[in-house]
């Protein structure tokens, strides 16, 4: 009978694929007793969620496909057994839901989200299922279930794709709705820049900054960690955390680790990062490796390149701690594959696509490859644009950017610079270099930007 409880409940309820996914599927009936139905979930964090949001519509298709009115309670399966006892006999407060006054909001902005990353694209694993759910509960019910939502995992796991996915979920629902994510960079260089119009005798400006981040129904911060440090940052940040979790606006907050380990960031933004949900993104497990790469493969309409199994199965035993570098490999496999003019894929091709993947996470050494890599990860500009000849701000600010970083952080010539950005001469390269030094002076968004490259580049 449950299964057509709880497919009754999808279609009469409305639920989403994915909502009933991460709710309803791996709900299991523990046991029945009296007039009580126990059942189990997957962690505990989730039962406020499914209790306000799921009880009454699973209460009803309970009732009409048995004919009984049944009590439900809930056990987390996340739990050791002896506590799993006790939710037998407890019974879990249900919340009052209460009805708030909806406003209306202009459209909403739906700059800054990256159309690829959604709910729909994300591959829920071992390593991140918790961080999904939670997620998702935010995303179904902004301001209402964890706030703030502190995501933490190493690069290239997956945060900002779950803080994206979000954004896009709530939007879908309520284009009304004010959604601004941001990276903390954006934060602090529109801070510094509110700042400085400040001194110059603009009043305006600090009002604008304060508008643009604190009238909002849901604000995401990215990669949190680089505001450590920086003082006004922080106590601007401070004052904006408060003014929206005093309103019941959604916070989330995504960093590369947990806030009891942020030692030098205050202790008053620790705390506040801590009063809502923590969940880390771990490193995903073979089959969810192999998983991710499937669906890239449906994603990104790679199946006509018909990639045997085996040639799949080595990427993913080799690349174990990123999923950004699992990706890439992918993609460079295919790009050997067209350039080489080869027949077929086999191990070997992959061998060669993950040469230069495999080495750098074990010498912590800084070499202008990595430097490119990270800038151009950072600037969302291609390795090969970087390299070729194209002169808009943009890729001509980020090329100089490669230029002075590999001049500061390793000791190559301006000449194996040069080389390395497809060619280009050692005096062009020194312009480059002088450029940035010179305008890192007085530009501060500038200097802050440069800084946050660094700590991606050498996080020590
Ligand atoms: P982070 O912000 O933690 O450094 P990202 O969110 O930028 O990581 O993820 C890096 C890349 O890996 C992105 O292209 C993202 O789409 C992809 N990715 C990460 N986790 C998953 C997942 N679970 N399923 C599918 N793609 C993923
Ligand atoms: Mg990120």
């Known amino acids: 009978k449950w299964e057509e409880i709880i497919q009754k409940l999808k279609v009469e ?3 989403s694929n994915i909502s009933f996914e991460t709710w309803i599927r791996p709900l299991e009936v523990y046991e029945i007793r009296g007039n009580t139905l126990y059942l189990t979930v997957n962690f505990k964090a989730s039962i406020e969620h499914i209790q306000n949001k799921y009880l009454l519509p699973l209460k009803v298709c309970i009732a009409e496909v048995t004919g009984t009115e049944y009590q439900i309670k809930f056990i987390p399966r996340d739990l050791p057994r002896e506590q799993q ?14 009805h708030k006054h909806k406003e209306v909001s ?5 700059a800054n989200l990256n159309p690829k990353y959604t709910f729909d694209t994300f591959v829920v ?16 019910s902004p301001g209402e279930v964890y706030n703030p939502l502190f995501l933490y995992g190493g690069v290239g796991l997956g945060k900002t794709h779950l803080m994206h996915s979000i954004a896009h979920y709530i939007l879908d629902r309520e284009p009304s709705k004010k959604v601004l994510y941001v ?14 119009n ?3 005798g603009n009043d305006l400006a600090m009002n604008a900054f304060r508008d643009k981040y604190r009238n909002n129904d849901v604000l995401l ?7 450590i440090g920086k003082e006004s940052t922080q106590e601007e940040f401070f004052h904006t955390f408060n003014h929206l979790h005093n309103a019941g606006k959604q916070i989330v907050i995504s960093s590369d680790k947990p806030p009891k380990d942020m030692t030098t960031l205050e202790a008053r933004l620790r705390t506040r990062f801590e009063w809502g949900l923590i969940a880390d993104i771990s490193v995903p497990d073979y089959e969810t490796r192999m998983a991710i790469l499937y669906k890239k493969i449906e994603l990104d309409q790679l199946e006509r390149y018909q990639i045997p199994d085996e040639v799949i199965q080595y990427i993913a035993m080799n690349i174990k701690t990123n999923i950004r570098e699992l990706e890439g490999s992918l993609n460079k496999l295919i790009a050997l594959y067209r350039i080489g003019g080869r027949k077929n894929f086999d191990v070997s091709l992959a061998a060669e696509a993950l040469k230069d993947m495999i080495a750098p996470d074990e010498s912590h050494k800084v070499t202008p490859e990595l430097v490119l890599d990270v800038v151009s990860d950072h600037f969302n500009v291609s390795v090969s644009e970087l390299k070729g000849s194209r002169r808009n701000a943009r890729t001509a600010g980020a090329r100089q950017i490669v230029m002075y970083l590999c001049r500061q952080m390793t000791d190559a010539s301006l000449q194996s610079i040069g080389d390395l950005l497809g060619g280009r001469d050692h005096s062009t390269v020194n312009h480059g270099v002088d450029k940035i030094a010179r305008d890192v002076e007085k530009d501060e968004t500038l200097r802050n930007t ?3 490259i660094q700590k991606k580049i050498s996080p020590l």
């Open 183 to 196: 990276t903390s960079e954006t934060f602090t260089n529109d801070l510094i820049t509110a700042i400085r």
């Open 221 to 227: 911060i990215d990669d949190v960690q680089f505001i």
């Open 106 to 110: 202009p459209i909403a902005e739906k």
């Open 450 to 452: 440069i800084e946050i």
């Open 198 to 200: 400040g001194k110059t």
């Open 85 to 98: 006892r006790r939710y037998l006999e407890k019974t879990a407060p249900v919340k009052e839901k209460t």
């Open 13 to 15: 309820y409305f639920l």
């Open 125 to 140: 694993g071992g390593n991140n299922n918790f961080a999904h759910a939670a997620s998702l509960a935010v995303a179904e």
